[in-house]
């Protein structure tokens, strides 16, 4: 059976009322038997009294496949999935086969393609070969279609054996499509990104015929909100709440044979994934903003006050979830002084999470060591040579610039140093660390600040404790244990981002805009900030900061709704994968949930709490037909594609191939 928000928290409420909250057993957490076989098929039941012929003009075209003889690739670009697309510059898509797994014949500057049975590349034949879906946009901008080809990182995936699909999707706003000169505002933000990707794949099931691949297997893949994204479609497949915007587009909602075409995935990656919007601030509060006294949480503040109190309705949360550990147990926080909720059994949870990552960190580094802290935007996944060249110049700008600033403040300190000298090496102790300006290769996008040498793994944790005694390592069972999680946040991850941090006062991130409407580009839609603002507006107007029109802003537009009349609240939820995951949510159970899943994060970003990846893996582990599930958490690293050893791309194709044999 399933459970409705409502009747879990009626049951603990009922539980709270008697033994406390805390102690209120959590409902049996099974999937409705419409969809226990987690078992990914192109095709569901046939329906009922459609016409076969609907979508005949989105078959491709086996005569028009263009090849590069140099690398033995086939490839399509510009092939539309919907009937309907709002702009076909972002609901287009590009296909890359091996070339081994199509006999072909050339008909003048095309080939026409036949699927060559008996082929085998890396492992996988064309009946076996999975389909791998990147989203190549870490802050959700929108993902252009290729309009030319590129061989560049292509054979990373390919050489794999796999079919690999470059498909474009709205952003994270609305806009105009200027490949057609059409002035009409088209839709984006939420849903949009997941809705385009699913009709993507329902069009790749469509044609499965034609295509060298088992269309069971779809991967998707991101990083940061892109990952979010991939947690999405791995947990919503075949959601209903989806269906009115794929409509709106001419999705494919059936074949020639009148089968449902699906578009559950088979497998999901993420590297630090940003999602489930509607605790991201109270969770960025509980996980870090709580334990500073900076910036918009200095004492006085209006903002200060929001902090503690968000941090306070996460408890109140993850005690209505039910998150669970190894042993079945619920997760819940118990409050320490000064109303603070860290302490309890996810609390522990989370902590235990950081003292295994550091844990292997010892076991996995070699030192010396060498720390550089790193930030990426987005990710780069090969597919697109037009996007790499636009990111590479950005890159260079950038990176010129830094260059610049660098320059500047080096020679500011060469004319102020007391003793003339403009070394830029300095030692706290020789034997420890040693502090340098490093020039290195970058991926593309990439943040570096100073780097910080040490020279053996006790002198590490030493300079951790410079201060106090917070991080204890082990030295004969080589482990790590963390005393506290505000130790660990003030020492390695403290809070960056202001309050809200997704949510702002002032409408000014990118997720604002992600829930934006049409004009209006940026939209609050936090209901739990809406709701403590609501509640305190009488007392944050006392302290500094505030102004008057915050009192009703985030409930004037938590009332609006989209151009498909979805409020606010239902569009925050069809971007969290836990409202189809967690008992706690009308929505779980509603979508089918990919077996497989691979998720990384840097415990060192402070883009996005720890608590989202780990929320993520522990209603993924308890959910039935989920077969496996990666989580990965990386110390040392931040906002980055995280690995605890060798490359993104490698690793994601061995998981791939694991998920397949």
């Known amino acids: 059976m399933s459970w409705t928000r409502r009747e879990f928290l009626e049951l603990a409420s009922a539980g709270a009322a008697s033994v406390g909250l805390a102690a209120c057993s959590a409902p049996t957490r099974q999937q409705p038997s419409d969809t226990t076989d987690q078992s990914v098929d192109s095709t569901l039941q046939p329906a009922e009294n459609v016409d076969l012929g609907e979508f005949k003009s989105l078959a491709l075209d086996t005569t028009a496949w263009k090849y590069d003889a140099d690398n033995d690739v086939y490839y399509q670009l510009g092939l539309t999935y919907c009937l309907k697309p709002a702009t076909t510059t972002y609901e287009s898509l590009a296909i890359f086969v091996p070339g081994k797994y199509f006999t072909a014949e050339k008909k003048g500057d095309t080939y026409s393609c036949t699927i060559n049975d008996k082929a085998v590349v890396g492992g996988f034949t064309p009946s076996t070969a999975p389909i791998l879906l990147p989203i190549n946009s870490g802050t959700l901008s929108p993902q252009a279609s290729p309009t030319k080809y590129g061989y560049d990182g292509l054979g990373t995936f390919l050489d794999a054996g796999c079919i690999y699909v470059y498909a474009g999707f709205r952003g994270r706003s609305a806009g105009y499509d200027s490949s057609n000169g059409s002035t009409d505002l088209y839709p984006g933000g939420a849903p949009w990104p997941v809705v385009d990707l699913k009709a993507a794949i329902r069009y790749l099931r469509y044609n499965k015929d034609v295509l060298p691949c088992d269309a069971s297997r779809v991967f998707s893949f991101g990083f940061s909100a892109g990952g979010g994204v991939s947690a999405l479609l791995g947990s919503a497949g075949d959601a ?23 578009d559950a995935i088979f497998g999901s990656a993420s590297w630090c994934p940003v999602t489930s919007f509607d605790t991201a601030d109270a969770s960025y509060e509980w996980m870090m903003g709580q334990f500073s006294t900076a910036a918009t949480r200095a004492d006085g503040t209006w903002t200060a006050a929001l902090s503690q109190g968000l941090a306070a309705d996460y408890a109140s949360y993850i005690n209505a979830m039910d998150l669970r550990d190894s042993d079945d147990s619920q997760l819940t926080l118990d409050e320490s002084e000064g109303s603070v909720y860290t302490l309890g059994s996810y609390a522990s949870q989370i902590l235990s999470i950081l003292d295994e990552s550091a844990t292997n960190f010892v076991s996995d580094t ?42 500047a403040e080096a020679q500011s300190s060469a004319e102020t140093s007391a003793d003339g000298s403009t070394e830029t090496t300095e030692s706290t102790d020789a034997t420890t660390t040693t502090t340098t300006t490093t020039t290195t290769t970058l991926p593309t996008g990439t943040t570096q600040v100073q780097s910080t040498i040490y020279d053996t793994v006790q002198n590490y944790f030493s300079a951790l404790n410079s201060d106090y005694w917070w991080i204890n390592y082990n030295v004969s069972r080589q482990t790590v244990s963390i005393s506290s999680l505000r130790d660990f946040s003030t020492h390695l991850c403290p809070a960056e981002a202001s309050v809200p941090a997704f949510d702002a006062a002032d409408r000014s991130t990118k997720t604002n805009q992600l829930f934006g409407i049409g004009e209006e580009s940026t939209l609050h839609f936090d209901e739990i900030v809406g709701n403590r603002v609501a509640a305190n507006a009488d007392s944050y107007a006392t302290l500094q900061g505030w102004d008057g029109p915050f009192a009703t802003a985030w409930q004037d537009d938590l009332e609006k709704t989209d151009s498909l009349d979805t409020d606010m609240v239902t569009r925050v939820s069809m971007f969290n994968p836990l409202y189809f995951l967690s008992g706690t949510y009308a929505g779980y159970g509603t979508g089918a949930v990919a077996p497989h899943w691979r998720i990384s994060d840097g415990v060192f970003d402070t883009t996005t709490p720890l608590a989202v990846s780990a929320n993520l893996a522990l209603a993924l582990r308890h959910f039935s037909g989920v077969e496996d599930v990666s989580y990965v958490p990386v110390w040392g690293q931040g906002h980055v594609m995280a690995e605890r050893s060798g490359t993104a791309n490698d690793n994601l194709l061995a998981w791939i191939a694991s998920c397949c044999a």
């Open 240 to 262: 209903e709440a989806y269906q009115p915007y794929l409509d709106s587009i001419g999705a494919i909602t059936h074949d020639a044979e009148g089968n449902t075409v699906s």
């Open 366 to 407: 070699t030192f010396p060591y060498t720390y550089t802290p790193q930030r990426i935007d987005d990710p780069t996944f090969p597919g697109d040579p037009n996007l790499a060249t636009t990111r590479a110049s950005e890159a260079a700008v950038a990176a010129a610039k830094q260059g610049a600033q660098s320059s």
